[in-house]
């Protein structure tokens, strides 16, 4: 599995808890499912931000890596 289902996962988990919480204390249905989906945009939101790969530039081959660390070197 990904890091970015892995992290979904564990944040499903963690508004299901959190939902779970606020229903024991009465807070009407309407406001946890407000919440829940809010949570839930956030956790895709910052799991994407931290499971992104880094871009590569296209031209970063590695015979033009050489040139560029040889021009530096001169």
């Known amino acids: 599995m990904s ?3 892995l ?5 499903a988990i963690l508004i299901g808890g959190l939902a779970y919480g606020a229903h024991l204390l009465g807070v009407p249905d309407v406001w946890i499912a407000v919440g829940a989906v ?3 945009g956030i956790g895709v939101v910052t799991g994407v931000a931290r499971t992104r790969r880094p871009d590569t530039p296209p031209s970063s081959t590695p015979v033009e890596r050489e040139r560029v660390v040889e021009r530096v070197e001169r």
């Open 3 to 5: 890091s970015f289902g």
């Open 7 to 11: 992290y979904v996962i564990g944040y």
């Open 38 to 40: 809010v949570l839930l």
